[in-house]
């Protein structure tokens, strides 16, 4: 399994911003697709955004598109999320999940074999 860490969490004010990264500790390469999901208190994981190493497709989760952007960085083995315009609803711990693996879809926490410890997003005023 690839280590995986995040960091960049923290508080911030409705309508604010945050960038989240997720440093592995493999070379990109060697990884196929890398995502972010969070869970929110009483609620299952959920997906929010992933990319594919190669190629640097991306996808999102309707709740997020048009206001967070996940990009990567190959020689920095780091993927991030560019948070903007958060609300209070985005208040969750943030994990990010990485597959070597070709799947059917990417949206799911099974799709993927790596993870993260989480970081917190809390969005308060």
């Known amino acids: 399994q690839v280590q995986l860490v995040e960091s960049g969490g923290g508080l911030v004010q409705p309508g604010g911003s945050l960038r989240l990264s997720c440093v592995g500790s493999?070379?990109?390469?060697?990884?196929?697709?890398m995502g972010w999901f969070r869970q929110a208190p009483g609620k299952g994981r959920e997906f929010v955004a992933r990319i594919k190493l190669s190629g640097g497709t991306t996808r999102y989760a309707d709740s997020v598109k048009g206001r967070f952007t996940i990009s990567r960085d190959n020689a920095k083995n780091t993927v991030y999320l560019q948070m903007n315009s958060l609300d209070p609803e985005d208040t969750a711990v943030y994990y990010c999940?990485?597959?070597?693996?070709?799947?059917?879809?990417?949206?799911?926490?099974?799709?993927?074999?790596?993870w993260g410890q989480g970081t917190q997003v809390t969005v308060s005023s």
């Open positions: 999940a990485a597959t070597r693996f070709n799947r059917v879809s990417y949206s799911y926490t099974s799709s993927y074999e790596s």
């Open positions: 493999e070379s990109i390469p060697s990884i196929n697709v």
